[in-house]
């Protein structure tokens, strides 16, 4: 029996539940008389046999492709529920899907057999009501950050790629190059509206806010990063500063830099020996350490430091400075100068003012190409690299096993503003650090898997050998990130540190989410590798 045939017979099973949502492959006709009628148009499904059915299996990361039988893009949170409850009534496993961009497979995988895609849901509004900016969760960050500025001149420091979607990269606690300066994008989060499933197997939707004395406040808590796909489907996010006030739209978040100061520097690999290397990430750690403090006018400065491997014959690292900072040129000359102090003088290779809008399209910050295959693993970092992780990471980086040009550590400023928000008031829990980064390798032929995934996991254990192979919470490391998850911090062949993944993205708040996920999904309808597990 072909997928096809599987699909429509249990669709067909399905008898009445599916009335009002029927869009199986419809005819083009049909769905233009549909628009005439009174009749409220359906939403789109989509099937095997459908042009887009087979492309719409995978995401942005190309390793991996699913084979869900139905693809649903509602346009509300009520189609979201009448979606959820018609794939429940055909027994399916569903999974939701925004922008696409899950490192992992948690979205295209063999298990998940519908798939709910927000992506219809991408609007960008001021809500009187809510005294907020209503963002879809489908809407990606680069509409994000165009409709709020145009309209109204704010934005929210989420981040960089403009591909990724409000509704994983918000409830996975995102991050970017403006959060030295104004914290992460759910520090600026005020409600959530999700669709979830009850202990009694009925859908619901609900709404959480920011306020302790909502009964969903724990919904809006877990959506400040506690990871996607674990608290039903997010359907609107409410973004509002707590420290706004009025009813003023322009007052409501922060307003961006009106331009920023873009840096891209090169350094020669050929002129890079192990002491060179050595001194260049000590210094980069070094004015890390020293400058990270919240509202400091160095915190307006991040950088992504770009060790590629040595075939790649270079070393980059882009920056971005608010260029209203008192200084700004000042400050980006002297962090420059620190990093390069005492190795070879890197190549600049561009110093240009742009509007911040423009800035926001920059390629230099946007991460793994979402048209490729590719592998990463994070860490936070609380002070300088030890020698242990730079000795690993030299080693790493001269692998000839590997010759990849696109494999390398992308290593980002951290702290600042980030740090000015207290572990437990949202579910990320790490406040203290001043880097993030990744080892991430990046790739496109399938035959190349192995080797590209085997050097990313061999040189991450290695950077953290002395703590079982991961950034096990301490005085030097403070764990992992859930926006880029990484199954095999579940695997004892690559974490033998004795905590658990949940324990590394999440630390002291894993009992909460434990909790919120039992009141949210207590029947873990939605299901992944890194489900939080249920209290
Ligand atoms: C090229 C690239 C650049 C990136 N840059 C950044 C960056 O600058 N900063 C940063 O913090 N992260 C970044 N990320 C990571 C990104 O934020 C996470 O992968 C995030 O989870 C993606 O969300 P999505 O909706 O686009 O992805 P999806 O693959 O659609 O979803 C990811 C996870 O969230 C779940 N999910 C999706 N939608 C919903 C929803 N509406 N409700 C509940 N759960 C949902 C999915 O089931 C899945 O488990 C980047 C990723 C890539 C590939």
């Not at 489907?233 to 707590?242: C, F, V």
């Not at 971005?320 to 990093?339: C, H, K, M, Q, S």
Request: net charge neutral; charged share 20%; aromatic share 10%.
């Amino acid at each position: 029996m072909s997928a096809t045939t599987a699909s429509r017979r249990a669709f067909l099973g399905a008898g009445g539940a599916l009335a009002g949502v029927f869009a199986l492959n419809q005819a083009p006709a049909a769905q233009a008389a549909s628009k005439t009628t009174a009749a409220p148009t359906p939403y789109r499904v989509i099937t095997p046999g459908s042009e887009q059915y087979e492309d719409l299996l995978q995401g942005t990361n190309l390793r991996w492709k699913g084979t869900a039988q139905r693809i649903a893009f509602p346009r509300t949170a009520a189609e979201t529920a009448e979606e959820l409850r018609t794939v429940l009534a055909l027994g399916l496993r569903p999974s939701a899907r925004s922008g696409g961009h899950c490192y992992e497979n948690f979205v295209a995988n063999g298990d998940n057999q519908a798939i709910i895609d927000t992506s219809a849901m991408d609007q960008v509004r001021w809500d009187p009501e809510m005294k907020a900016f209503e963002v879809g969760a489908g809407a990606q960050l680069g509409l994000v950050y165009q409709l709020l500025y145009k309209q109204w001149g704010v934005y929210a420091p989420a981040g960089n790629c403009p591909t990724v979607a409000a509704g994983g990269h918000i409830a996975g606690g995102g991050y970017g190059s403006m959060n030295r300066r104004d914290g992460l994008v759910v520090d600026h989060l005020l409600a959530v509206e999700a669709v979830h499933v009850r202990a009694d197997g009925t859908v619901a939707i609900s709404r959480g806010t920011r306020d302790p004395r909502d009964p969903h406040h724990d919904l809006w808590w877990s959506y400040t990063g506690g990871g996607g796909g674990n608290f039903g489907i997010a359907t609107r996010y409410w973004l509002r500063s707590p420290s706004a006030s009025g009813d003023q739209p322009e007052k409501a978040l922060p307003a961006p830099p009106r331009h920023v100061w873009l840096s891209t520097v090169a350094w020669d690999w050929a002129g890079i020996d192990e002491a060179a290397f050595t001194r260049l990430l000590s210094n980069h750690g070094r004015w890390h350490e020293t400058h990270s403090a919240p509202g400091t006018s160095e915190a307006t400065l991040f950088a992504q430091l770009k060790t590629w491997h040595r075939s790649n014959g270079s070393i980059t690292m882009d920056t971005i400075i608010d260029a209203g900072t008192p200084d700004a040129t000042g400050i980006l000359e002297r962090y420059l100068a620190a990093v390069a102090d005492g190795i070879p003088a890197p190549k600049v290779l561009q110093h240009r003012l742009v509007p911040w809008l423009q800035a926001t399209q920059w390629s230099g910050f946007t991460g793994p190409d979402s048209t490729r295959r590719f592998k990463g693993k994070s860490a936070y970092l609380r002070r300088s690299y030890t020698p242990e992780a730079i000795a690993a990471a030299y080693r790493g980086l001269s692998d000839p096993s590997i010759s990849n040009p696109t494999a390398l550590l992308m290593i980002a400023s951290y702290g600042g503003a980030v740090n000015d928000t207290a572990p437990a008031a949202t579910a990320v829990p790490q406040r203290d650090s001043i880097i993030k980064f990744q080892v991430v390798s990046i790739w496109d032929n399938p035959e190349d898997d192995n080797a590209n995934v085997a050097w990313t996991r061999t040189t991450y254990k290695n950077m953290f050998a002395s703590t079982g192979g991961v950034p096990l919470p301490n005085a030097d490391a403070d764990g992992a990130f859930i926006n880029y998850a990484d199954v095999d911090l579940n695997d004892q062949a690559w974490n033998t540190s004795g905590q658990s993944s949940f324990e590394l993205y999440y630390k002291s708040n894993l009992p909460r989410l434990k909790r919120a996920r039992s009141t949210y999904d207590p029947k873990g309808v939605f299901s992944h590798a890194q489900s939080i597990p249920l209290a």
